[in-house]
């Protein structure tokens, strides 16, 4: 390699590289700049010219050609919570949101795009976040709401930010989105209690003004009134195991005779395995208990808990790509994926 000055190489530059694939330098610039409609021969003829030199593109020239940072924000939206509620804790403590970072990286590390965690817990926090995004230049959003009446779908969509959302957004938003037919995953939780000759069933549910929380609550009822229990009940959770106990504990309290809880997410069922086992209360012999996620609290639980598994990382991994086609192209139409559920049977029912 060639020296500009005494010991400091001159870098590879674009002609080195066309010189080394035979063909032009506009030609390298597009590859190297991830411009479509390039024949997939070519690509990979530059791109071994690339290896071979030791090319690295310079990143802030290709901001200027493409207009892109190779950067996408990863945005949680969480219900504010005063500054001394371990609200934050407890739910970052579930394996759910490293499932959906594990699922995105394996999509967007290839195509060497680097998300940016970024946090959102009170609507003015979200407001000035939609500002902060349009000034960084971030490429687009990856939005995972927990947030009741989130208003942070609109705001990005409204600001002309490619976003896709984790679950179906609470209000008309023209926005793509990846979710799971909740329904009907909740029904298998109810029909294998009901398969186990369990006759007085209950739920503890997610928040009442969470999406999940009420799609999960809807479709216990559903599968309740399906099996001739037109009135079944039903306690507030928060999603977090300290939730799940305390919400089992007054369930038991209201409802001593029940015999079977589906429990809206693993975090809440292993909560509510703790005060069944402190209360004397057998599982499943005397209580049969179904989650929801099939995280690694459904395994870390004990006894190991039935889940209904929601494929997390398939899902992040989908949001990963169809958020990359749109900044690929911006007018493209707006797509909306469902994955199915399945029942992981284990020791708990």
Known sequence: MTTSRPGRPRLPTLEDVARSAGVSRATVSRVVNGTRNVDPEIQKVVQEAVAQTGYVPNRAARTLVTRRTDSVALV?????????????????????????????????????????????????????????????????????????????????????????LFARPTTRVPISFVDIAQQAGVKLAVEHLVSLGRTRIATIAGPYDSPAGRDRLAGFRDAMAEHGHPYAPDIEGDFTQEGGEAAMRALLSEHPDTDGVFVANDLMAQGALLALRELGRRVPEDIAVVGFDDSSAATASRPLLTTVRQPVEDMAAEMARLLLALIDDPAQQLRSVIFKTTLVRRHSA
């Open 76 to 164: 949680f939206s969480v219900p504010e919570h005063p500054a001394d509620d371990p609200f934050m804790a407890r739910v970052f403590s579930d394996a759910f949101f490293g499932r959906i970072v594990g699922g995105l990286l394996t999509v967007l590390r290839p195509r060497g795009v680097h998300p940016v965690l970024m946090l959102a817990d009170s609507d003015d926090v979200r407001r000035e976040l939609v500002d902060n995004l349009r000034q960084q230049h971030i490429d687009g959003v990856v939005l995972v709401s927990i947030a009741p009446e989130d208003p942070l779908p609109l705001l990005l969509t409204e600001a002309g930010l490619p976003t896709v």
